[in-house]
């Protein structure tokens, strides 16, 4: 039997890791001095990472955005703009134009901020009380953690949506580990750890030999271009965040007395 010839396009529902870019200005060179200082003109710092702009944050007497040149500004430090969330309705066509999608944070319909949402249906009149059995306890399942039992090599990225990441061997440079929650690693980590990637800020990440490139946890990130801190470097540390500051902490049993 001959084959049918392969279809020219398929679609296929995929999920991506994006980083939301949350706007508190419209002011492009305040944005610019922003992500300069928070890069540390490190040119690989974002990686062609796909961005959620969020404008909610944008006071609503701010300066009209100037979208094509927001997202030059952004593919400018790597960053490839996709979508905005939290616009306005008068912002829609003006996004639309430079061809991003309008993002409300959910995957059913999409209203803009201060769209009227339709009235929900009357409700059907409720049936008569009738007796019902007492209610049994539900068992509440354990929150879930993706476990990786071998090295994460340069150029792998491994994302752990909405749990923990557990990985029992070493993240090498240029690998990239990701999680909603927390990120475990039982080796060495020596790669870029981003903990909290949905805004998660009680996330950690924990490493018996701690001397990664990059961390982050619910977007605060830091580098360490002048090197991890000596007396840490190699050791049993988890890293937090406290208030807007990335902390690193031993958890050798010494440093801690």
Not at 145 to 156: K, L, W
Not at 231 to 241: G, K, S, T, V, Y
Request: aromatic letters at 4%.
């Amino acid at each position: 039997m001959q084959k049918s010839p392969a279809l020219p396009i398929e679609i296929k529902i995929s999920t991506v890791v994006a980083i939301s870019t949350i706007l508190h200005s419209a002011d492009p060179l305040a944005i610019d001095a922003a992500l300069k200082q928070m890069t540390g003109g490190v040119s690989d710092f974002f990686e062609d990472e796909f961005a959620v702009i969020d404008v909610g944050a944008i006071a609503a007497d701010s300066p009209s955005i100037d979208w094509r040149a927001l997202v030059e500004l952004l593919k400018k430090y790597r960053l490839n703009a996709v979508a905005v969330r939290g616009a306005t309705p008068d912002m829609a066509d003006a996004i639309r134009a430079r061809g991003l999608s309008l993002d409300d944070g959910s995957s059913g319909a999409k209203p803009l901020a201060g769209e009227a949402l339709a009235a929900p249906a009357k409700p059907a009149p409720a049936p008569a009380p009738v007796a019902a059995p007492a209610p049994q306890p539900v068992p509440v399942a354990a929150p879930g953690a993706m476990i990786i039992d071998t090295p994460v090599r340069a150029g792998q990225r491994i994302y752990a949506r909405g749990c923990d990441l557990i990985i029992t061997a070493a993240v090498n440079n240029g690998a990239e580990v990701i999680a909603d929650g927390s990120i475990h690693v039982y080796a060495p980590l020596h790669g870029r750890a981003l903990a909290g990637a949905s805004g998660n800020a009680e996330s950690r990440i924990f490493a018996l030999s701690m001397q990664p490139e990059l961390v982050s946890i619910a977007g605060v990130y830091r580098t360490f271009d002048d090197g991890f801190p000596p007396e840490l470097a190699r050791q049993p540390a988890q890293i937090r965040l406290v208030g807007d500051r990335i902390d690193i902490l031993s958890l050798s049993p010494a440093a801690r007395a």
